[in-house]
């Protein structure tokens, strides 16, 4: 029987700011035993191998809409294909996310 490594696949808006402390500690941990692979929309700081920025395009009118209550559709064709993309090389185990809402 091959033992395979388990793959984990952690999402978050931001990565390495003063607020996501704790996830990136606990993807550093993890990454020392398995494989892990942390998508984010932006990075800060030091970018460590298994991080990848996929960025979101922002679209200012939608996001004013949005907070006056006229609008709430975000869905981007291109970063949702990207995103599938990454999900079917990658294949993750498990899928941990934050901060995504």
């Known amino acids: 029987m091959i033992a395979t490594i388990m793959r984990i696949l ?3 808006r931001d990565y390495g700011s003063y607020t996501t402390t704790f996830i990136r500690n606990q993807v550093e941990y993890f990454a020392a035993k398995y494989e892990c692979l942390y998508l984010c929309q932006n990075h800060f700081g030091e970018r460590p191998r298994f991080v990848k920025v996929v960025p979101y395009r922002s679209r200012f009118i939608r996001r004013l809409l949005w907070r006056l ?3 709430a559709d975000f869905y981007d064709k291109e970063y949702s294909s990207a995103i599938s993309a990454i ?3 990658f294949k993750p185990d498990i899928i941990h996310c934050h901060f995504v809402a």
């Open 10 to 12: 952690y999402f978050s």
């Open 69 to 71: 209550g006229s609008a």
């Open 87 to 89: 999900l079917e090389e």
